[in-house]
């Protein structure tokens, strides 16, 4: 291993959660997948390829920059769509290649349909309306508005969605706000529709609500944690599980990170480990240092609560996480040496470490976990064919 870690991607893992979910969200929807913060940490020249290969021909970004990365890594032309953040200088290339962008204000149209006028190109657009988050979103009188501007503009203006985000459709708690925001989307779906605008997408769902809500699939899902094999919520996958003979998680984890020992040290009964006073040795402990810290996305929440596998072992981490480093006390295994693997994420022999566990331990999300990971740690394809771990 030339990298202080690695993160190792399952290709059979993507060809199984790509196929579950299409059978589940059935042949008229079709699934966009979503790759924003570098494809939830698992690199998005990497995924997004694994993804095309395997059925996936529609993709969700947040930024331009995102937008960029995943045109680049693709091997066809596939629609891209835009959340949210385009630099106005770069309105001109979004619709030059012909990618497709959220509209969540008339500020944007108006700098979407100068720019297509300017270029004599057409732009295509989703019209995102506010319907109870309350974070970004045309309010009815601005869609009026917007309705307006696309009719007058129709050789300009092509609307290629309508949609809206819901407020946490893993959570039962949030079920009356979620069945309120549908009811108003289906209003201001009403508005669209009697002005003669067909979009060609409607869609409201994310992973979470393209199961917990079947009716909000629609046209299209916007699937993002679940494609990674990772479920929105508990209560998401027990509503699932919960008429099913088999109880078996059917999504698979598409990503492991590893590393090595870097050093073996042995510390006196009575003296502290790593910095400050949070770990006393209460024997002689042996230690193992590992390469990897808080700057690769090992949180300081996890010091002194962490967890990894060495030769087939569970080893606490001890002590203070540091920027490049952590600590694990190795003191029951003698045969412990440098080089040794070191599974962070992952699994090893029977046992394994689940994202789940960073988010039990350290209240983090499992997107908060896995959109931290760095995006300099190097990340490495494993191919069906070679698909053992």
């Known amino acids: 291993m030339t990298s202080s870690s690695t993160i190792t991607l399952s290709e059979k893992s993507v060809r199984n959660n790509i196929s579950f979910l299409k059978k589940k969200m059935g042949k008229k929807v079709v699934i966009s997948a979503v790759v924003k913060a570098n494809a939830y940490g698992h690199?998005?020249?990497?995924?997004?390829?694994?993804?095309?290969?395997?059925?996936?021909?529609?993709?969700?970004?947040?930024?331009?920059?995102?937008?960029?990365?995943?045109?680049?890594?693709?091997?066809?032309?596939?629609?891209?769509?835009?959340?949210?953040?385009?630099?106005?200088?770069?309105?001109?290339?979004?619709?030059?290649?012909?990618?497709?962008?959220?509209?969540?204000?008339?500020?944007?149209?108006?700098?979407?349909?100068?720019?297509?006028?300017?270029?004599?190109?057409?732009?295509?657009?989703?019209?995102?309306?506010?319907?109870?988050?309350?974070?970004?979103?045309?309010?009815?009188?601005?869609?009026?508005?917007?309705?307006?501007?696309?009719?007058?503009?129709?050789?300009?203006?092509?609307?290629?969605?309508?949609?809206?985000?819901?407020?946490?459709?893993?959570?039962?708690?949030?079920?009356?706000?979620?069945?309120?925001?549908?009811?108003?989307?289906?209003?201001?779906?009403?508005?669209?529709?009697?002005?003669?605008?067909?979009?060609?997408?409607?869609?409201?769902?994310?992973?979470?609500?393209?199961?917990?809500?079947?009716?909000?699939?629609?046209?299209?899902?916007?699937?993002?944690?679940?494609?990674?094999?990772?479920?929105?919520s508990i209560e998401v996958f027990i509503q699932y599980s919960s008429l099913k003979i088999n109880k078996t998680d059917p999504l698979q984890r598409i990503l492991s990170w590893k590393s090595q020992i870097m050093a073996i040290k042995t510390v006196k009964y009575g003296e502290f480990i790593s910095y400050g006073i949070s770990y006393l040795a209460q024997s002689e402990v042996k230690t193992a240092l590992i390469p990897i810290g808080y700057a690769s996305g090992y949180s300081r929440n996890l010091s002194n609560r962490g967890v990894v596998i060495i030769n087939g072992q569970r080893c606490g981490v001890i002590g203070v996480v540091n920027m490049n480093m952590i600590i694990a006390d190795v003191s029951y295994m003698p045969q412990a040496q440098v080089g040794d693997e070191v599974v962070i994420i992952g699994k090893q022999d029977q046992l394994e470490i689940k994202v789940s566990a960073f988010s039990d331990i350290s209240d983090q999300l499992n997107y908060e976990v896995l959109a931290h990971l760095s995006e300099s740690i190097k990340r490495t394809v494993v191919h069906c064919e070679e698909d053992g771990w």
């Open 43 to 232: 690199g998005i020249e990497q995924i997004t390829p694994l993804f095309e290969k395997h059925g996936i021909n529609h993709f969700s970004v947040f930024s331009y920059s995102e937008a960029m990365r995943v045109y680049q890594s693709l091997r066809q032309p596939q629609t891209i769509v835009i959340m949210g953040w385009i630099p106005e200088d770069k309105m001109a290339d979004v619709l030059e290649k012909g990618i497709e962008f959220f509209v969540f204000n008339t500020e944007r149209l108006e700098l979407a349909l100068q720019t297509a006028k300017r270029m004599n190109l057409v732009a295509n657009l989703h019209l995102e309306v506010e319907t109870g988050m309350n974070r970004s979103g045309l309010e009815t009188d601005e869609l009026i508005e917007a309705i307006a501007m696309i009719q007058a503009n129709e050789k300009y203006l092509h609307v290629a969605g309508f949609c809206t985000h819901l407020a946490g459709a893993e959570s039962i708690s949030n079920h009356p706000r979620i069945q309120k925001q549908l009811k108003k989307y289906q209003k201001m779906l009403s508005v669209l529709e009697a002005a003669g605008i067909k979009p060609t997408y409607r869609h409201v769902a994310n992973s979470a609500a393209s199961f917990i809500y079947p009716k909000a699939r629609m046209d299209l899902v916007r699937i993002g944690i679940m494609i990674y094999g990772y479920w929105s």
